[in-house]
């Protein structure tokens, strides 16, 4: 892995984390996004694309 490849693997993992989040209480689990699922779809979205980006990064680098 090279450094591009490095830095756009954490910002990837942590927005496909963070369209995924759960809170928990006593009682029941509910999706952090419930309320405002275009913003966990915004997420997802920006996650697709920053793997998209590393996917095409480490292919470049294998073909070289």
Same mark, same amino acid.
């Given at each position: 892995?090279?450094?591009?490849?490095?830095?756009l693997?954490?910002? *990837? %993992?942590?927005?496909? %984390?963070?369209?995924?989040?759960?809170?928990?209480?006593?009682?029941?689990?509910?999706?952090?996004?419930?309320?405002?699922? $275009?913003? *966990?779809?915004?997420l997802?979205? $920006?996650?697709?694309? &920053?793997?998209?980006? &590393?996917?095409?990064?480490?292919?470049?680098?294998?073909? *070289?």
């Amino acid at each position: 892995m090279n450094a591009k490849t490095k830095k756009l693997l954490a910002p *990837a %993992l942590s927005l496909t %984390l963070l369209a995924c989040a759960f809170t928990f209480d006593d009682t029941h689990i509910q999706w952090f996004w419930s309320a405002q699922p $275009g913003v *966990a779809l915004a997420l997802a979205a $920006g996650a697709a694309l &920053l793997w998209a980006l &590393l996917m095409v990064s480490l292919r470049r680098r294998h073909d *070289a």
